[in-house]
């Protein structure tokens, strides 16, 4: 069985013959959660509804829909030993054939998706934001790396909305509420400058900065200065990442503060 490994965009303009096969009801322990939904075509498939013989079983059901041997769109799959998964909840799936008024449909729903997901901000596109740029591509977030460096953005992927400008600082006002900002330039004063404008906020869900403990330091120590009070200091993430593993390669870090993004992100909209 072969997975496409190319984006959603990519599949929709290759794959003209699809069914989307969506759970309608998901009850009790499921693998995903209802609205979630996977593309097949009649060699191809993109996207997940949980994985194992029941996603095995839907597949199957979208092709035979697609060769007219099928006029089952609905399937109530318990999960349980009898398909081999022990989950134990059910899930109830609805089959649609992807005409063009069904593709119209997905296309609305994720552009909405889209517009709903968080926004990420990376100042700085070296080694480490390129890692996270792309760290960032599999997650449900809008990136945007900022750099005052042209080179630095030709050895980035296309994965970031890329914004070339000569103050970093001053964009700061314009990220959206309950997004991120990530901050690793090549430059400790330039850091200091667009951690003052992120924290001087207080409707952004994470302000992270690359460095040590003595940079946290110099920075608290400045920013006090500057009219930062210990509250607006505090929320500061630095170092990014962590302290559970100690491994200080770019792709480790990317890994580590992604992760760190997306819990502080989804914290923050349960919170809001």
């Known amino acids: 069985m072969n997975f496409a490994v190319d984006s959603l965009e990519a599949f929709l303009e290759r794959e003209y013959r699809i069914v989307i096969v969506e759970i309608s009801q998901a009850l009790g322990s499921t693998p995903r ?58 899930v109830i799936l609805t089959f649609r054939i992807g005409d063009d008024e069904a593709r119209a449909a997905l296309d609305d729903r994720i552009k909405a998706r889209l517009e ?16 996270l740029a792309d760290a960032l591509l599999l997650l449900p977030f809008k990136t945007y790396a900022v750099e005052t460096r042209k080179t630095e953005f030709d050895l980035m992927s296309a994965g970031a909305h890329h914004r070339l400008v000569a103050m970093p600082e001053s964009i700061v006002k314009d990220i959206a509420p309950g997004g991120a900002v990530v901050i690793l330039t090549h430059d400790h004063a330039l850091d200091f400058l667009i951690a003052k404008e992120a924290l001087s906020r207080n409707d952004l ?28 200091i505090n929320r ?37």
Not at 216 to 221: G, I, K, L, Q, V
Not at 240 to 259: E, H, L, Y
């Open 33 to 90: 959660e209802t609205g979630a939904f996977m593309l097949v075509s009649p060699t191809d498939a993109h996207g997940t509804i949980g994985g194992g013989q029941m996603e095995h079983v839907a597949i199957d059901n979208a092709r035979a829909l697609l060769a007219g041997i099928s006029d089952t769109f609905e399937m109530d799959i318990p999960l349980g030993p009898d398909i081999g998964q022990c989950c134990g909840g059910r």
């Open 116 to 131: 709903a997901f968080p926004e990420v901000w990376l100042f700085g596109a070296g080694h480490v934001g390129r890692a």
């Open 205 to 232: 869900a994470y302000v992270g900065m690359i460095g040590s403990k003595t940079k946290r330091a110099t920075f608290a120590s400045w920013a006090r200065k500057e009219g930062l009070d210990g509250e607006a």
């Open 236 to 272: 500061l993430v630095l170092p990014i990442g962590g302290k559970t593993v100690a491994d200080k390669r770019p792709a480790i870090i990317a890994a580590m503060t992604s992760a760190e993004i997306l819990v502080a992100l989804t914290q923050h909209r349960a919170q809001g």
